[in-house]
């Protein structure tokens, strides 16, 4: 995450096998960095960004030749943190990983989680990417400078959907709109889901006036018109995307959200380096490249410790940051 501003139930699991298995290791253009028996967590609802993510990575994998018959099951709750106790539940397990990112760091502090990523194993960080705002398509708000403008007016009647919870980057990025807008963070109404795929029926049916969430979740829905794109958060515009930066809107902040996989705790290290190099594989297909082009995702890679690390500063950025919104 950067942070370019002076602030710097466990349910029933959605089980789905990714495609066919496929019938030889050498089938792809990988080396066949086999795990048999491979389970993929998606810690929110089908259709936010870690399970456009991980059902990505997923069928990728396969695709390369890299792996076969990983299954991706969703286990939604509490922002993340259901997902994250469960993992750290599965001590030892090689054969089981996690999609996530900046939400469930957040979600690990507002929910005041017992089990927190420290308790995890880091694998990599995939992509970074940017938040977008967006709005039905019969909103009365054409441009950001007229949602502004109204939200400004009157900031608790336009609630604000997103598809993390507390702390989680679709909570960070509007909050730090209304900062650089001089609305009081206490002011704002902030509505979260379980993520993207809930959040985008209430922006569609006008529940909220208008929605932040990852760009790659909803540009089906920007391409058909359903949903118009009123500004994206990062530092630059989005190739191919009609709509400017918070800074072109006058807006003295800028956002970006990152998403990566972690696993159990007490891996051995041959367990551990065999995951890393599955996603090492992958993160050089020309599958993932393709992928990633598609949905507007950018190149983050990073593994291992040195994602590690990562995890570490993002958790105390997250902290710091909600300190100083008085969240």
Same mark, same amino acid.
């Given at each position: 995450?950067?942070?370019?501003?002076?602030?710097?139930?466990?349910?029933?699991?959605?089980?789905?096998?990714?495609?066919?298995?496929?019938?030889?290791?050498?089938?792809?253009?990988?080396?066949?960095?086999?795990?048999?028996?491979?389970?993929?967590?998606?810690? $929110?609802?089908?259709?936010?960004?870690?399970?456009?993510?991980?059902? #990505?990575?997923?069928? $990728?994998?396969?695709?390369?030749?890299? #792996?076969?018959?990983?299954?991706?099951?969703?286990? &939604?709750?509490? =922002?993340? #943190?259901?997902?994250?106790?469960?993992?750290?539940?599965?001590?030892?397990?090689?054969?089981?990983?996690?999609?996530?990112?900046?939400?469930?760091?957040?979600?690990?502090?507002?929910?005041?989680?017992?089990?927190?990523?420290?308790?995890?194993?880091?694998?990599?960080?995939?992509?970074?990417?940017?938040?977008?705002?967006?709005?039905?398509?019969?909103? &009365?708000?054409?441009?950001?400078?007229?949602?502004?403008?109204?939200?400004?007016?009157?900031?608790?009647?336009?609630?604000?959907?997103? !598809?993390?919870?507390? =702390?989680?980057?679709?909570?960070?990025?509007?909050?730090?709109?209304?900062?650089?807008?001089?609305?009081?963070?206490?002011?704002? $109404?902030?509505?979260?889901?379980?993520?993207?795929?809930?959040? +985008?029926?209430?922006?569609?049916? $006008?529940?909220? =006036?208008? !929605?932040?969430? !990852?760009? !790659?979740?909803?540009?089906?829905?920007?391409?058909?018109?359903?949903?118009? +794109?009123?500004?994206?958060?990062?530092?630059?515009?989005?190739?191919?995307?009609?709509?400017?930066?918070?800074?072109?809107?006058?807006?003295?902040?800028?956002?970006?959200?990152?998403? =990566?996989?972690?696993?159990? &705790?007490?891996?051995?290290?041959?367990?551990?380096?065999?995951?890393?190099?599955?996603?090492?594989?992958?993160?050089?297909?020309?599958?993932?490249?393709?992928?990633?082009?598609?949905?507007?995702?950018?190149?983050?890679?990073?593994?291992?410790?040195?994602?590690?690390?990562?995890?570490?500063?993002?958790?105390?950025?997250?902290? #710091?940051? +909600?300190?100083?919104?008085?969240?």
């Amino acid at each position: 995450m950067r942070l370019r501003t002076p602030l710097a139930l466990f349910g029933a699991a959605l089980l789905v096998v990714v495609g066919p298995p496929l019938l030889s290791t050498g089938s792809g253009s990988g080396t066949g960095t086999q795990i048999p028996g491979l389970r993929f967590m998606v810690p $929110n609802t089908p259709g936010g960004g870690y399970d456009i993510t991980a059902r #990505t990575a997923a069928k $990728n994998a396969e695709d390369a030749g890299l #792996t076969h018959g990983i299954e991706v099951f969703n286990l &939604p709750g509490a =922002g993340g #943190t259901v997902g994250v106790t469960r993992l750290a539940a599965e001590h030892g397990n090689g054969k089981l990983a996690m999609s996530m990112g900046l939400g469930v760091v957040g979600a690990v502090h507002t929910n005041k989680s017992p089990t927190s990523l420290a308790d995890t194993t880091p694998i990599a960080r995939l992509t970074e990417e940017q938040d977008i705002v967006v709005v039905a398509e019969d909103s &009365p708000y054409e441009t950001i400078d007229q949602l502004l403008t109204a939200w400004k007016k009157d900031p608790g009647k336009i609630p604000v959907g997103g !598809g993390s919870s507390p =702390g989680g980057p679709d909570h960070l990025a509007p909050m730090l709109m209304a900062k650089a807008a001089g609305i009081a963070p206490e002011q704002v $109404n902030y509505i979260p889901f379980d993520g993207g795929g809930e959040l +985008l029926a209430s922006i569609l049916g $006008n529940k909220v =006036g208008f !929605g932040v969430s !990852g760009v !790659g979740e909803y540009l089906d829905q920007i391409e058909a018109g359903e949903l118009r +794109l009123l500004a994206v958060t990062g530092p630059k515009r989005v190739p191919g995307l009609d709509a400017p930066t918070l800074r072109e809107a006058g807006l003295d902040t800028d956002f970006t959200n990152w998403r =990566g996989i972690v696993a159990p &705790p007490g891996l051995s290290d041959t367990e551990r380096d065999k995951l890393i190099g599955l996603v090492s594989e992958l993160h050089d297909s020309k599958q993932w490249r393709d992928s990633m082009k598609k949905n507007g995702w950018d190149d983050a890679f990073l593994a291992g410790d040195d994602f590690g690390d990562f995890l570490d500063a993002q958790d105390r950025r997250v902290a #710091t940051v +909600l300190k100083e919104l008085g969240l």
